[in-house]
Every structure is written in C-alpha cells, then in structure tokens.
Nanobody, 117 residues
Framework: QVQLVESGGGLVQAGGSLRLSCAAS??????????MGWFRQAPGKERELVAR????????FYADSVKGRFTISRDNAKNTVYLQMNSLKPEDTAVYYC????????WGQGTQVTVSS
C-alpha cells in the first residue's frame, strides 16, 4: 500500500511563502515513473488539482489560480515531491494533498495551509 505523507503547511500572512513536501513510500510503487500532482481542498469545495509534474520533470502544469506563484518540483532519489508557494493569498487557504496524477492511491492526511489577510 502506498503511503503519501505531506508536510510543511502552516499559518502565514498574505504575501508570504511556504514549501510543502510529500514523501511517498510503498513496495510496488515506482515513484520515478509516475507523474505527481499537488491538490487542494478548501472548506465546502471540491478537491482540485493545483500543479502537476511529469515523471522526469520534463513538463509541469499549473492551475491558472497559482500560475506564476507556485512551483512544483521533485527528487526521485528521495521519492519526494515539493510545492514552493510564494505570494500566498487568503484564497490559497486549504488542505493540500499529493498523489499521482491522475490520482491512483489513497489520500494522505494532507497539510493545512492557512493564509491570513
């Protein structure tokens, strides 16, 4: 069973930055051949894809709402994917999750990001 463990969230003022990490571990899961994504879910809203990175980091995708502010990256040697979030806005407040893209595994506990105005 794949375990996805997100970390790095917190409370930050608008305009601030956070760096999220997601460590993936499991037997039978080849992280280095999987496209990965960061997703978020705000209260009362559906979970949405925020950013995506291909298996070897050749291509990335960003939702329009975060383009130019967030950067996704990965370290296949560490089975870890990152999300650098700059110029945070109150509307970025959500629980952030990682998974393959499209999602194929059980969701982790996520990491809470709260941006105050």
């Amino acid at each position: 069973q794949v375990q996805l463990v997100e970390s790095g969230g917190g409370l930050v003022q608008a305009g601030g930055s956070l760096r999220l990490s997601c460590a993936a571990s499991a037997s039978g899961f080849t992280f280095s051949t999987s496209a990965m994504g960061w997703f978020r879910q705000a209260p009362g809203k559906e979970r949405e894809l925020v950013a995506r990175i291909s298996s070897l980091s050749y291509s990335t995708f960003y939702a329009d709402s975060v383009k130019g502010r967030f950067t996704i990256s990965r370290d296949n040697a560490k089975n870890t994917v990152y999300l650098q979030m700059n110029s945070l806005k109150p509307e970025d407040t959500a629980v952030y999750y990682c998974n393959t893209n499209p999602p194929r595994h059980s969701w982790g506990q996520g990491t809470q990001v709260t941006v105050s105005s």
